[in-house]
């Protein structure tokens, strides 16, 4: 079966590491990706992911370990820094290429208004500069674009970041029928939940770990593991008294406890993420308004300007519930 499973792996990484000056960001990791799997990377801001992603797919090369790439790999990416295209081309252009009314999807052509309304764009759109775009459409077009790209391999960096939930709908829906392997950098967790097959999360000095499921099971796995290392800790030290002297086993004690402070914002997070998330769609319904640039530039600055603040916010307030989300994990086990 060996040269059946080979030709199915489609990136193995061995015992790889990367550094910046002396951060290690990642250490001795090891990880096999097949065809068709949907990896989940999440982590705090600046934990390493698009190092990672970028070691992974040999956009760099790790400072020891290595790193194998599969046959015929064509990589599709949704650049976390998106690229920038000429404003004044159109929404169609953007999406052609300028070459005729088609997009080639999935292998076959597909009429590039179709293909637009897939994305939820009008087909009056069809000849609207870019430079007009809200931020959310211009999330949307990048997206519609990466997914228009002959590609096995898509690797999307914080994809959902700018998209409002209608397009998530869309992007889950095309994951789904997508026949490829999907690398998918997100701080989404509903969304990973949705559609990855496994998540790797950054532990802490350098060292990266898979978890088969979701986010939520990474988060129950995390806790279980923990649970056993707290266990085995326990037991270890329970064995140590009892050699000194017979005495009770003390109890797993955990490290430490979360301080008010962690409690409280990790209960008041979720409302203040919810409220964010609102500020998003709310700033982002005037800019969905084409004509909004040239009828009133005042708004339209003021707008793009909360959106960029409260995006900024939310993605502040998602990695520190996350962060603390883990460490309650950690503490109570699963
Ligand atoms: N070429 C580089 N030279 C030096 N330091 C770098 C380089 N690339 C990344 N870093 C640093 O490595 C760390 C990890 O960066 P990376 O972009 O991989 O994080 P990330 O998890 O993708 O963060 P974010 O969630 O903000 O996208 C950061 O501290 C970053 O400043
Ligand atoms: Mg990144």
Known sequence: ASDDSKTKTVISAEGIGKSFGD?????DFTLRIQRGDRIGIVGPNGAGKTTLVNLLTGGSEPDSGSIRLGVNLEMATLDQHRE???????????????????????????????????????????RTPLEVLSGGERGRLMLAR???????????????????LDTLDVLEDMLGDYEGTVILISHDRDFLDRVV??????EGNGKWQEYAGGYSDMLVQ????LKREHAAAAAAAADEKKAAKPAAAPSGTPKRKLSFNEKHALETLPKTI?????????????LDDPALYAKDRKTFDAASLALATAQAE???AEDRWLELEMLREEIEGG
Do not use: C, W
């Not at 951060?23 to 250490?27: A, H, M, N, P």
């Not at 088609?102 to 292998?107: F, I, K, L």
């Not at 919810?274 to 005037?286: D, N, T």
């Open 23 to 27: 951060r290690t960001i990642i250490k």
């Open 84 to 126: 920038s295209l000429d404003p004044r081309t159109t929404l169609a252009e953007a999406l052609t290429g300028g070459r005729g009314d088609h997009v080639m999807v999935a292998g076959k052509p597909k009429h590039v208004v179709g293909y637009m309304e897939d994305f939820l764009f009008s087909r009056e759109q069809m």
């Open 146 to 164: 990466a997914l228009a790209k002959p590609s096995n391999l898509l690797v999307l960096d914080e994809p959902t970041n700018d998209l409002d």
């Open 197 to 202: 097959t496994s998540v790797i999360v950054p």
């Open 222 to 225: 995390r806790g279980a593991d």
């Open 274 to 286: 919810a409220k964010l998330q609102g500020e998003i769609a709310k700033q982002q319904k005037l």
């Open 314 to 316: 939310l993605t502040a």
